[in-house]
T-cell receptor, first 112, second 115 residues
Framework: DGGITQSPKYLFRKEGQNVTLSCEQNLNHDAMYWYRQDPGQGLRLIYYSQIVNDFQKGDIAEGYSVSREKKESFPLTVTSAQKNPTAFYLC???????????FGDGTRLSIL | GNSVTQMEGPVTLSEEAFLTINCTYTATGYPSLFWYVQYPGEGLQLLLKATKADDKGSNKGFEATYRKETTSFHLEKGSVQVSDSAVYFCALSVYSGGGADGLTFGKGTHLIIQP
């Protein structure tokens, strides 16, 4: 079955450490996205990528970095510069412009 | 800029009641509109969509009509079930000419259906 796989489901980070969240899709979608979800708030866009080797900042990119070396993969690194990283992170993909986005099951990141 | 406003929750209803969750938007250009549903501990699932004015999206008994004159996309269902308990997000996307921008989401409405 086609879909989006995020791993791990739960992730713990010590203060000052970088951590990378994985997102893989086998839907052959060109566009991929990372969102952050906090309690009582909607989703906020961190980064998105339209095509391999290209990505753009979203609304809250500070303290995060991404890469898009393969069409199937769009990993997100939460750096030590992100002062409040505890959140639920969701990855999504879409065929292209203005098309519905398909979401993974998310990764919950917590600070030890 | 783009924004989505939806009614605050939680919304608590009895089984078989009629459901309306209000959603209004502001957007530059002509947005596509979506409703997503999130069950506990999971990602979002697309529930329905509409891409132009007067379109009606429908799925699993839920409906929403794209109203350009009132900039609204209210979600309705005639008879809710306990299994409909979830968080519902209204969202929009606008083709800016620069590419596939991300979705703009409302804050979500937590729906609780009691037996």
């Amino acid at each position: 079955d086609g879909g989006i796989t995020q791993s791990p489901k739960y992730l713990f980070r010590k203060e000052g450490q970088n951590v990378t969240l994985s997102c893989e899709q086998n839907l052959n979608h060109d566009a991929m996205y990372w969102y952050r979800q906090d309690p009582g708030q909607g989703l906020r866009l961190i980064y998105y990528s339209q095509i391999v080797n290209d990505f753009q900042k979203g609304d809250i990119a500070e303290g995060y970095s991404v890469s898009r070396e393969k069409k199937e993969s769009f990993p997100l690194t939460v750096t030590s510069a992100q002062k409040n990283p505890t959140a639920f992170y969701l990855c999504a993909s879409s065929i292209g412009l203005n098309n519905p986005q398909h979401f993974g099951d998310g990764t919950r990141l917590s600070i030890l | 800029g783009n924004s989505v406003t939806q009614m605050e929750g939680p919304v608590t209803l009895s089984e078989e009641a009629f459901l309306t969750i209000n959603c209004t938007y502001t957007a530059t250009g002509y947005p596509s509109l979506f409703w997503y549903v999130q069950y506990p501990g999971e990602g979002l699932q697309l529930l329905l969509k509409a891409t132009k004015a007067d379109d009606k999206g429908s799925n699993k008994g839920f409906e929403a009509t794209y109203r350009k004159e009132t900039t609204s996309f209210h979600l309705e269902k005639g008879s809710v079930q306990v299994s409909d308990s979830a968080v519902y997000f209204c969202a929009l996307s606008v083709y800016s000419g620069g590419g596939a921008d991300g979705l703009t989401f409302g804050k979500g409405t937590h729906l609780i259906i009691q037996p």
